[in-house]
């Protein structure tokens, strides 16, 4: 891809509308500390990108907040909350910490693969659902707990799961 192609490709993840939001975030931080914003900025741009970052999409955030590219890489590739790949419309994730493993997380697991019959960080065909593991979503009062979309499912059963995802449109 020549320079031309790349900046325009830049131009079009980092519409006016996204510039426009990450500068309204960033009025919260100093001006010298518009990096704070990587969160966010990354964020948005994943929401305006089909749900997902993809290396150009973070090299724009990178080049807008003024960031070496790495950094931005480290923030999307540790927290769960980005994806790195293009993904379902319902992201599915399962908490297998402690709490919930001992309170049948696995079962949940099971029954989730098995009912949308994809294993682990897979989509299913239509597009609609995709399966995660995560390390925890800090609801360990009402184990085992997925989180699909901003909201979250506790005290999971196989049962609960049907209910679930035959509400998700």
Known sequence: MNENNMNEKKKFILSPAIREHIDKWNLRYPPEQKRSGVFEALRVVQHENG???????????????????????????????????????????????????????????????????????????????????????????APPVCQIGKKYYENLTPEKIDEILTALK
């Not at 697991?109 to 995709?130: Q, S, Y």
């Open 51 to 141: 749900g997902y970052l993809s290396v150009e999409a973070m090299d724009a955030v990178a080049e807008y907040l003024d960031m070496p590219k790495i950094a931005v890489y480290e923030v999307a590739t540790f927290y769960s909350l980005y994806h790195l790949d293009p993904v379902g419309r319902h992201v599915i994730d399962v908490c297998t910490n402690i709490s919930c493993s001992l309170n049948g997380a696995e079962k949940v697991v099971e029954h989730l693969k098995k009912r949308l019959g994809i294993a682990l960080n897979e989509t299913t065909a239509d597009g609609k659902f995709t399966l995660r593991e995560v390390e925890c979503l800090g609801a360990c009062i």
